[in-house]
């Protein structure tokens, strides 16, 4: 395990740090379990009263928090933000370097310096790695692809022909990107496949999770902007654009041409029709389905709140008399005049 | 890119060419993209209004709309279809060949003519390729399987043992055919599991979406019909049988042993439990959950519409409320009498 | 195909075998489906009419049905337990044995006797496989991972790094356990990534279903229990923790550091958000959606029932005006009063 000492630290950050510059951390935990070879953070008030007997050898804290710890202090406005920026510098590495003598590289794929690819991953034709890219174990990169600075595909990834991913990609293992949009025209009663001749194409800072499935476009490319986040197992189809900054929580889905704002959040479990535009900032709730554009940044939600099944089940067969009812008390409010 | 002069485009449409019989196309763009070297379609009344600036080299365009377009025209009574029957002539093809080097192939396996296996991937015993079958990169394929003429697995996908495919089947990355039903007895307080005895069939021309998973049998076959379309991310419990030409959206899950009829479509995210039988011609709207059987043809839904987060919050607060509301309103009915 | 006496088979169930002791079979099948040489069983009273035509070689059965049945018996008072425990007898084994040529396995691996790695698998440094762990093709497990005694992983598995299972787990393809959590820190309008610096550890006699992600805790561990089992395509967020013998149906998600208890049930294609607790004993209906902590056993429900799409929309649209509603029928009571 590599050792930082608290300047350092402190200079990752840009935090002030109140306390002993030359001393020595080698990890990361929270306020509960720390150790004394540790760093430590509050960002949430509600943990204050864990400064007491916290064992950390520093804890990450806003200014205005200060006097609730004796200790040494590394102290900056977010420290949420410190901790995110601390997790970076104890985060694994890869244990593989270069290109494995088990790997299948095309003798047209150009990769630059500094590039990994794991045993067993396979490369194909026209595809370019940029510098830093590193390409898990078993996963496969179709032909004429672009991988930017630093992209970073984990084991097990499929990237399909003609895809371009930006600088700084992470892209978790099972996921695909490239696959077939669903599109087929009817001929009789038969299904005719609808090959899909566009790509797929991300910006830079880009993360997706594993078992995310990002389509390719029908004749154009599907879109994910700078920055976008994909928790795991999402699904984004065909032609779909997502703006800036969007990130979008696991198991949702959105059927395709469908175009996302920018600094939207979309929570778990969502469903997202196709041929949709959402505003900039539009929050979605956990579970819910949306089936019209939305031209208002804002929280919208679906569904109905959790209950006893007993008591749902009845509410949920007056549900299906609902319309009835309104009408029913309409005639009683005409009655009553 | 391989060049199609009109004349072929039309002989393979089986559509009416007006103009240019030797003009040459390299591929297919929409009406406001495309280019001169490129052929487009109209197949939506709405973009009408886009063909008096197209630049495509022709349209394929239905006989009542002809005198619209200047250009080049391909005229057919389903539009759609020709477009999706043009796509097949664009689209990529695989650059590898043959078993690659790098393929496990067992000793017993059957490998018919024209047979394409990819790196890294592994054939297991007594399993059978027929002819112009693929195999992607990194896909492994269990023992005892047979994979009908023309058949494609992309890459990094799972078959296990004893799975049959039907013919043009195509399989994406990260789909698993053949893992194991989830079913186990209870013995005091722990699951026992059931061992799932049965396989998994497919018809011909099946396509199964990226992340897809269709669980074998329990001891019976769970059943995939002829022409059936599984999205991505889709989850087919053991003893699911989905009739001919059934469709069914992303990130749908279908429990053990229900039976869909045939011309089923089923939109993105739905649940269908276990033990139901779903009649030809069903139709189900995005996100609904069915919980019992469905004798007639038609649509159904379920769940609530999409609203502002503070106003759907009041509304299903007085969900919860609803059997007692019934109750009040009839109290005032029978009051009013 | 290995033939087992009933006798032996008395043993294996602790069943009492009325018939030929030295009858073989060789499979095992349902009622209406048998053949002399397959052993069935009778566990769901409605079929109680089949075994006057069944033809198995003998019958797994209650002794309060051994009358119905003139055929060989094995009675115990559990016959769905005896079929369990008859479906492990007669389940396929893999073909591979051994490690295979083609895997890559680190030099500071520890792989015990009995340890079979089938092509292409990838096993990291000091990784430790135990005794009759089985890891199926193309399978990568990283750095530092322990997998206990009998586990099995299936084809095109990723484990990542640091995650530890314990006895006889089972995981299906295309699952990932150890993925990175999905959290960032704002700094401005861009997400910083937090990196996820917990691992993933689970019980004995686990199993994880196909494409089903499990990611790694942010400081802390994501903790699987004792024999938990999850379906295919679960999502499980960083920091979640699932008590002993819990089961989860396919599809469903479990954001981030909540806590399931024992022995609890969860239906397909449900959401439960982040940070709750659930007691020991909840059942959860398919694809509801849980969004406060859960204090008693008990089942429960969110959602409304399927119906014709007509009635659906306007029931859906009146949904929308339900707590306006609630104040009219309100006004109207103190109207009659």
């Known amino acids: 395990m590599q050792h930082h000492t608290l300047a350092k630290l402190a200079q990752h950050l840009d935090a002030e740090l109140v306390g002993m510059a030359d001393y020595p951390v080698n990890g990361l935990s929270t306020l509960m379990s720390a150790q004394p070879h540790q760093v430590s953070f509050l960002a949430n008030m509600k943990y204050t009263s864990q400064l007491s007997s916290c064992a950390a050898g520093a804890v990450v804290m806003h200014p205005d928090q200060a006097h609730h710890f004796a200790g040494n202090k590394l102290l900056m406005a977010n420290p949420y933000l410190g901790y995110a920026k601390l997790s ?4 694994s590495k ?8 088990t790997a299948t590289v095309a003798a047209s794929a150009v990769l630059a310096d500094n590039v990994v690819v794991g045993p067993g991953s396979v490369v194909g034709e026209n595809t370019r790695l940029e510098k830093g890219v590193v390409v898990g174990p078993n996963t496969v990169i179709g032909d004429d692809c672009v991988l930017g600075i630093d992209t970073r595909l984990e084991a097990n990834v499929t990237i399909y022909y003609g895809v371009t ?18 599109g087929f025209a009817k001929d009789g009663e038969e299904w005719v ?7 797929v ?8 999770g594993a078992g995310t499935t990002i389509d390719r476009g029908a004749l154009d490319d599907t879109e994910i902007g700078h920055g976008v986040k994909l928790d795991n197992q999402v699904q984004i189809a065909h032609n779909v654009i997502l703006g800036d900054y969007t990130a979008i929580a696991g198991c949702t889905a959105i059927a395709g041409s469908t175009t996302l704002g920018k600094h939207c959040t979309i929570a778990g479990a969502c469903g997202i029709t196709g041929h949709l535009q959402l505003a900039d900032g539009v929050h979605v709730t956990a579970m819910s389905l949306v089936t019209h554009s939305i031209k208002e940044a804002g929280a919208y939600s679906s569904g109905t709140s959790l209950d006893d099944n007993n008591k749902w089940r009845r509410n ?11 009408k029913r ?5 005409q009655l009553s005049q």
Not at 94 to 101: K, P
Not at 329 to 333: A, D, R
Request: aromatic residues 6%; hydrophobic residues 45%.
């Open 165 to 182: 991913l930006g600088q700084r990609n992470i892209v978790h293992s099972s996921a695909v990107l490239g696959s077939d949009g669903f």
């Open 316 to 326: 949920a067969a007056r549900f299906k008399q609902l319309d009835q009812m309104a």
């Open 94 to 101: 890869t244990s593989f370097s270069g290109v494995h003598s």
């Open 329 to 333: 008390l309409k005639h009683l409010e």
């Open 193 to 199: 496949k609808i090959h899909q001749l566009g790509g």
């Open 201 to 208: 194409i991300t910006g830079n800072d880009v993360e997706i």
């Open 88 to 91: 970076a510098l104890f985060a």
